[in-house]
């Protein structure tokens, strides 16, 4: 329907906390996730390897990713952003420190943890998104997410080419992970000294009681009750106000 991706975005403006996920999400999925390109140019053009080394690399980094998934799984509750935040440069700087390996060993062995902390950011990120909307909005605000997820590859891949093609395939690798670290960092910075950070409170509801008080009854008939609700007012916590009906 028309007007719906307008709603998505006034819905995401007037929520500051859905603006760092899509923020996140737009660098990590424009510059950090490249692995199709980085580990190819690295394996070639570093190593001097082949076809079958460049499929092991990959296996390497497609076992971290796995890993990832199944620490994802002990996560009940929304992330926080704090942790947004910390899995976003985690995958960065791992980034950035696997471009520096001297040997295909070394990379191939840190290519695991760094696929581990992709799979993280990623999951945590999506879990973000979807436990912080209201249910009639989901299904737009999911779309606004993955084209901010999604949609910067084809601006990042031939930046990381070019940059590969002529500083070097270590250098496309570092430079993805330092534009990862460097936003993840300013965007804390900026949260660290309270702009635009939504409060994330959690309000239990009302709970209801039943108060049950005698009628008053004529002699020799049978007694009657009548129940009243007290309905606790949830509004300011360890403040309880009963009102009776």
């Not at 002529?166 to 300013?186: D, N, P, T």
């Not at 409060?199 to 129940?227: C, F, T």
């Amino acid at each position: 329907a028309r007007g719906q991706l307008r709603a998505a975005l006034t819905y995401t403006r007037a929520h500051p906390d859905l603006q760092l996920a899509m923020v996140l999400a737009f660098v990590v999925g424009t510059f950090g996730f490249n692995s199709q390109i980085t580990i190819a140019l690295m394996a070639r053009e570093v190593f001097g390897l082949g076809a079958g080394a460049f499929g092991l690399l990959s296996t390497a980094f497609a076992v971290g990713s796995l890993s990832g998934a199944l620490v994802s799984t002990r996560r009940d509750a929304r992330p926080l952003q704090r942790f947004l935040l910390l899995a976003a440069i985690a995958f960065g700087a791992l980034t950035v420190v696997s471009g520096l390996m001297p040997t295909q060993w070394s990379y191939a062995l840190l290519l695991v943890p760094c696929g581990a902390a992709g799979l993280v950011f990623s999951v945590a990120c999506n879990s973000f998104v979807q436990l912080g909307v209201e249910p009639q909005m989901r299904g737009r605000i999911l779309a606004l997410y993955f084209m901010c997820f999604m949609g910067g590859t084809p601006v990042g891949a031939p930046l990381i080419g070019w940059v590969s093609q002529h500083l070097g395939a270590r250098w496309g690798l570092v430079s993805s992970g330092l534009v990862v670290v460097v936003v993840a960092a300013a965007v804390g910075a900026v949260l660290s000294r309270g702009r635009h950070v939504r409060v994330e409170a959690h309000v239990a509801p009302p709970s209801v009681r039943l108060h049950v008080d005698p009628l008053p009854v004529a002699a020799g008939a049978p007694a009657q009750v009548a129940p009243a609700v007290e309905e606790a007012d949830a509004e300011a916590p360890g403040a309880s106000t009963a009102a009776r009906r």
